[in-house]
């Protein structure tokens, strides 16, 4: 079983930049693919960012592409998603998912783990 925590969220404003980080634990991390969704109020879960266990290689949303990215410290056990030019519309909760293989990253199937997810809200 694989525990996820994120932690970073809150409320900023349009144009600024946030770092969210997810801790994992209960599993050889380097093992696990990681990745960020959101759902925004009144919307369904959507995929943000991936990536691989070894962090060479990445898969990011075309809505947040050159905005966000995200790494990860396989000696922290930790994912990281960096948020910069924050818009009104980035406002969810945010997710920190992990799963065992790349396969069908953007969807929310076959992701076996889920953290409790993290607030962010955007003001205009």
């Known amino acids: 079983q694989v525990q996820l925590v994120e932690s970073g969220g809150g ?8 770092r969210l980080a997810c801790a994992a634990s209960g599993r050889p991390f380097s093992t696990l693919v990681m990745g960020w969704f959101r759902q925004a109020p009144g919307k ?17 949303a075309d809505s947040v592409k050159d905005r966000f990215t995200i790494s990860r410290d396989n000696a922290k056990n930790t994912v990281y998603l ?27 199937e076959g992701w076996n783990y889920w953290g409790e ?8």
């Open 44 to 60: 369904e879960r959507e995929f943000v960012l991936a990536i691989s266990g070894s962090g060479n290689t990445k898969k990011y």
């Open 82 to 108: 960096q948020m910069s030019r924050l818009k009104p519309e980035d406002t969810a909760v945010y997710y920190c998912g992990a799963k065992l293989y790349w396969a069908g990253i953007t969807s929310t």
């Open 11 to 18: 409320l900023v404003q349009a144009g600024d930049s946030v």
């Open 117 to 124: 997810g993290t607030l962010v809200t955007v003001s205009s």
